[in-house]
C-alpha cells in the first residue's frame, strides 16, 4: 500500500504540475485571441485608410481584400476557439481526476484503495491533458494581410498583400552565455534578401521552459540589428533565466517572431546583513560604511584589531579628520547611542557579513574601497565566527587584508597568521570561492591577476565577510565567475599559497 501511496503521490504531482502548464497554456491562447481582435481591427483601419484615397477603380479590390482579412481573422479564431475549448474541457477533466485521486488518498481498506489507485492510473494514461499539443496553432499575427500603396497606385488592378518575412529560427547550441554576458545567434530558416534587420527581444525571469503570460517583466527590445547574432553585456544576473525571441523586419513590415528561447543565467546574488554588522556600521544593502558617531557604549577589547566590512555602492562620505585610530581610543569613552539590538559584532571587530550561505559550487563578486579608506579586509567565514573575531584572525575565516593607517600593508590572513603580499593593492578586488574544491582566491577585478589563494576544506557553509575602519566598501554581485578566472584555476601560479603557509602575525 505504501509504494502504491508514493505513486499516487507522484500522479497527483504530475497532475498538478500538467494543470499548471495547460493554464499557462489557455492565458497565452487567451491573450493571442485578444491578440487577433486587437490586430485585425488595427489592420482594417489602416487598409480603410488606404483605400478612402482611392477611387471607384478600388472598390472591388478593397472588397476582396476586406474578405480574405475576415476570413483570415475568422480562421484564426476558429483555430483558438477550436484549442481554448479542448484545452478547457482538458484542464476540468484534469482537475476532476486531480480532486479523485486527493479523495482516494483517504481510503483506508486496502482493496478499495488499490482499485482506486488502479483506476487513477488508467485514466491518467488516456487523459487528454497529455495529449494536448501546447503551442498556438495560430499566432496573433495580421501583418501579412497589411499594404502600402504609395508605389503601386499605378498597378491598381494587381494590388497583393506585402511579403513577409518567416520567422528567424534561434540557434541554442550557438548561444552562449559568459562573463555576464549573453550572445545569441539565430537563422533564416531560407534565404530572404528582403531582409533590412532583426529585433531581437529579451526579459529576465526565474521560470524555466515557455515564458509566461502573467506575472512577467515587460520585454526589452534591441532594434536595427543588422547581422544574425547580438551580444548583450554588461549584464547582472539577477534571475535564473532570460528568455530571446527574434524577429525579421524588410523595409515595410516585421514578420512572425521565432520561437522564444530560454538561457540559464544563475549567478550569486547576496546584500549585506545589516543584523550581522558592528554598530559602528552604516549599511545598506550592497555598500558599508564605517560610522565613528554610532553605535552604543561598549569597552575596549584587549588586542583587538579594528575591522569592518564592505558592498557595492558607495555611501556619502563622512568628515574623518582627526578620527583616531581604534588601537588607541576606546569605544565605551563615547556617550550612548542605542541603534536597536544589532550586536552581532562588539569591541573592535568592525565586520558585517553577506546575507546568502555558500554551501556548494563556484561563485565570484567583487569589492571596491572608497580612495581613502583606512583599513579593511575582504574574504569569507564560517557563521560561527565569534562576536570579538576579526575576519582572518581565528580558524573560521579567511581574508586579505590592506591598511593604509601609519604604514602601508596588504597581506593574506587565516588563523591569526598573516603572509604579505608584494604586489600592488587594486582598484577593485575579485573574490573566487570554490566551496566543493577548497579554494578562495583573490584577484585584480580588471587585470585578472592572482593576488593570493587559500587552500583548505570547507567544514560548513561560509557567508561573505567584510570589515572596514575610516573609509567604506561597495559590492558588486550577480556575476558569473569570469573566463579568466576559470582558466587561471586550472593552472596557478607562483603567487598561489595555503593557509598553512602562513607565518604567525604578533598581536
Same mark, same amino acid.
Given at each position: 500500500m505504501d509504494s502504491q501511496k508514493e505513486a499516487l503521490q507522484r500522479i497527483i504531482s504530475t497532475l498538478a504540475s500538467k494543470n499548471d502548464e495547460i493554464q499557462n497554456f489557455i492565458d497565452t491562447l487567451n491573450q493571442t485571441?485578444?491578440?487577433?481582435?486587437?490586430?485585425?481591427?488595427?489592420?482594417?483601419? #489602416?487598409?480603410?485608410?488606404?483605400?478612402?484615397?482611392?477611387? !471607384?477603380?478600388?472598390? @472591388?479590390?478593397k472588397e476582396s481584400m476586406v474578405n480574405s482579412i475576415k476570413q483570415e481573422q475568422a480562421r484564426k479564431s476558429q483555430e483558438l476557439q477550436s484549442q481554448l475549448s479542448q484545452c478547457n474541457n482538458a484542464l476540468e477533466n484534469s482537475e476532476e481526476l486531480l480532486e479523485f485521486a486527493t479523495r482516494s488518498l483517504d481510503i483506508k481498506e486496502p482493496e478499495e484503495f488499490s482499485k482506486a489507485a488502479r483506476q487513477i492510473k488508467d485514466r491518467v494514461t488516456m487523459a487528454s491533458a497529455f495529449r494536448l499539443s501546447l503551442k498556438p496553432k495560430v499566432s496573433d499575427n495580421m501583418t501579412h494581410l497589411m499594404v502600402d500603396f504609395s508605389q503601386e497606385r499605378q498597378m491598381l488592378q494587381t494590388l497583393k498583400f506585402l511579403p513577409v518575412p518567416k520567422a528567424p529560427e534561434i540557434d541554442p547550441v550557438e548561444c552562449l552565455v559568459a562573463d555576464n554576458s549573453v550572445t545569441v545567434a539565430w537563422r533564416m530558416p531560407e534565404e530572404d534578401n528582403k531582409i533590412d534587420h532583426f529585433v531581437l527581444e529579451y526579459r529576465k525571469t526565474n521560470f524555466d521552459g515557455l515564458p509566461r503570460v502573467k506575472d #512577467?517583466?515587460?520585454?526589452?527590445?534591441? =532594434?536595427?540589428?543588422? $547581422?544574425?547574432?547580438?551580444?548583450l553585456s554588461g549584464l547582472k544576473f539577477d534571475s535564473k533565466y532570460m528568455n530571446f525571441r527574434v524577429r525579421a523586419c524588410n523595409k515595410a513590415v516585421a514578420g512572425e517572431y521565432s520561437d522564444p528561447v530560454t538561457l540559464e543565467t544563475k549567478a550569486l546574488n547576496f546584500n549585506l546583513d545589516n543584523s550581522s554588522s558592528h554598530l559602528n556600521l552604516r549599511v545598506e544593502d550592497t555598500c558599508v560604511e564605517w560610522d565613528p558617531t554610532g553605535g552604543k557604549g561598549q569597552e575596549k577589547v584587549k588586542g583587538k584589531e579594528n575591522k569592518g566590512s564592505g558592498h557595492v555602492t558607495s555611501l556619502k562620505k563622512h568628515t574623518r579628520s582627526g578620527t583616531p585610530s581604534p588601537k588607541r581610543t576606546s569605544v565605551g569613552s563615547r556617550p550612548p547611542a542605542v541603534?536597536? +539590538?544589532? =550586536?552581532?559584532?562588539?569591541? @573592535? +571587530?568592525?565586520?558585517?557579513?553577506?546575507?546568502?550561505?555558500? #554551501?556548494?559550487?563556484?561563485?565570484?563578486?567583487?569589492?571596491?574601497?572608497?580612495?581613502?579608506c583606512k583599513s579593511y579586509s575582504v574574504g569569507v567565514a564560517y557563521k560561527t565566527l565569534g562576536k570579538f573575531d576579526q575576519l582572518g584572525k581565528t580558524n573560521t575565516s579567511w581574508c586579505i587584508h590592506v591598511n593604509n593607517w601609519l604604514q602601508n600593508t596588504f597581506a593574506a590572513k587565516h588563523n591569526n597568521k598573516v603572509k604579505a603580499l608584494d604586489v600592488t593593492v587594486p582598484e577593485r578586488i575579485g573574490v573566487f570561492c570554490d566551496f566543493d574544491g577548497g579554494l578562495l582566491s583573490f584577484y585584480?577585478?580588471?587585470?585578472?591577476?592572482?593576488?593570493? !589563494?587559500?587552500?583548505?576544506?570547507?567544514?560548513?557553509p561560509v557567508l561573505p565577510g567584510f570589515m572596514v575602519w575610516c573609509?567604506?566598501?561597495?559590492?558588486?554581485?550577480?556575476?558569473?565567475?569570469p573566463?579568466?578566472?576559470?582558466?587561471?584555476?586550472?593552472? #596557478?601560479?607562483?603567487?598561489? $599559497? !595555503?593557509?598553512s603557509s602562513l607565518n604567525t602575525v604578533p598581536q
Open positions: 485571441l485578444k491578440g487577433v481582435q486587437e490586430n485585425s481591427s488595427n489592420i482594417l483601419s #489602416e487598409l480603410d485608410e488606404e483605400f478612402d484615397s482611392l477611387y !471607384s477603380i478600388l472598390d @472591388e479590390v #512577467e517583466r515587460c520585454w526589452e527590445v534591441i =532594434d536595427n540589428i543588422k $547581422g544574425t547574432e547580438y551580444t541603534r536597536g +539590538s544589532r =550586536d552581532r559584532f562588539t569591541g @573592535e +571587530s568592525y565586520t558585517v557579513l553577506g546575507d546568502t550561505a555558500i #554551501e556548494n559550487g563556484q561563485h565570484y563578486w567583487e569589492v571596491k574601497a572608497q580612495k581613502d585584480d577585478a580588471n587585470s585578472k591577476q592572482l593576488l593570493y !589563494s587559500f587552500k583548505t576544506k570547507f567544514t560548513q573609509g567604506g566598501l561597495s559590492l558588486s554581485t550577480g556575476m558569473q565567475v573566463s579568466a578566472v576559470r582558466t587561471l584555476q586550472k593552472s #596557478e601560479n607562483g603567487m598561489t $599559497g !595555503s593557509a
